[in-house]
């Protein structure tokens, strides 16, 4: 069984950062992409950035330029620095882990790829 727990969120006004992160535990294998989603009320979860496992990040384009994901695999460990953030940012953002152990991030944005979900960390960013 493998555990995903996130941290980090919270509430800021528009221009501001938060990072969030995510503890993998359990049968972890330091390999797989790994990915942050994001679900607004109301709306359909979404891609926002993956990471594979040579540690190459891929970006939603409403996030590029304003988000960074990365990985400390030696603390199984996933971060996303969220840096300019705006209103439209508002969700609750959810770590995933791909269900590939080659550490593709084949298909990053369907969610049918990913087998292990945290409970996710709300982000509220006010105007």
């Known amino acids: 069984q493998v555990l995903l727990v996130e941290s980090g969120g919270g509430s800021v006004q528009a221009g501001g950062s938060l990072r969030l992160s995510c503890v993998v535990s359990?049968?972890?294998?330091?390999?797989?992409?790994m990915a942050w989603f994001r679900q607004a009320p109301g709306m359909e979860r979404e891609g926002v950035a993956a990471i594979d496992g040579g540690g190459i990040g891929i970006y939603a384009d409403s996030v590029k330029g304003r988000f960074t994901i990365s990985r400390d695999n030696a603390k199984n460990t996933l971060y996303l620095q969220m840096n300019s953030l705006r209103p439209e940012d508002t969700a609750i953002y959810y770590c995933?882990?791909?269900?590939?152990?080659?550490?593709?991030?084949?298909?990053?944005?369907?969610?049918?790829?990913?087998?292990?979900w945290g409970q996710g960390t709300q982000v509220a960013v006010s105007s």
């Open positions: 359990g049968r972890t294998a330091s390999t797989n992409c």
């Open positions: 995933a882990r791909h269900s590939r152990y080659d550490g593709s991030c084949t298909q990053w944005g369907s969610r049918d790829k990913y087998n292990y």
